[in-house]
């Protein structure tokens, strides 16, 4: 089913339309939706690796993948939470792949706390992205999807399938973290 609504149709249309178009095949109103969520994901993704090229490509392996699973889509209404925990699944098969194989969580958060003790910046040297990029990638996930994203404490453990006294401590120790490196901002 291509072409199923006017170029100027398909901007005007609101999203519950696109996404209910795209779901019964519609390759248009995917590609509008593509084209108004593409910067958000990107955004979430950049925050995440600090590499814009890398961030490009998975935000494109994000949207292939719903593309490809969108009939499972129950609800029209519950497309952005939906793509959004397809971009942080992306971003997780992204960081176990780069994880050696015999490493835990722990142990990677406890060698990721001695090695990230970067000798002190000056803060106009020091940006937010720097300083997340500083972070182990669990935790500047959670940090990033609580105050980038907005999403709740059990909305991240859905999205990352983190235990909730994992997310909260994360959160805790990423902002602590984050506050020591960036107080000179203050």
């Not at 696109?18 to 993704?45: M, T």
Request: hydrophobic content about 40%.
């Amino acid at each position: 089913m291509t072409g199923a609504l006017s170029p100027s149709a398909l901007r005007g249309a609101d999203e519950l339309t696109l996404v209910a178009c795209a779901i019964a095949g519609d390759d248009s109103s995917y590609g509008e939706l593509v084209r108004r969520r593409q910067g958000p994901i990107r955004q979430l993704f950049r925050r995440l690796c600090r590499d814009p090229s890398l961030a490009d490509d998975l935000s494109q392996q994000t949207f292939l993948q719903a593309w490809r699973n969108i009939e499972t889509l129950k609800s029209p209404g519950a497309f952005g939470g939906w793509l959004r925990r397809l971009a942080v699944n992306v971003w997780l098969q992204r960081v176990r792949a780069e994880r050696p194989p015999s490493t835990s969580t722990q142990e990677l958060d406890e060698l990721s706390d001695e090695i990230a003790q970067p000798a002190p910046m000056l803060g106009e040297q020091l940006d937010l992205d720097s300083a997340l990029a500083t972070l182990p990638p669990d935790v500047r996930l959670c940090i990033t999807l609580a105050y980038a994203e907005r999403m709740s404490h059990r909305e991240i453990c859905e999205a990352t399938h983190l235990p909730l006294g994992t997310v909260k401590s994360h959160i805790t120790r990423g902002a602590a973290r984050l506050r020591q490196l960036l107080g000179a901002y203050a």
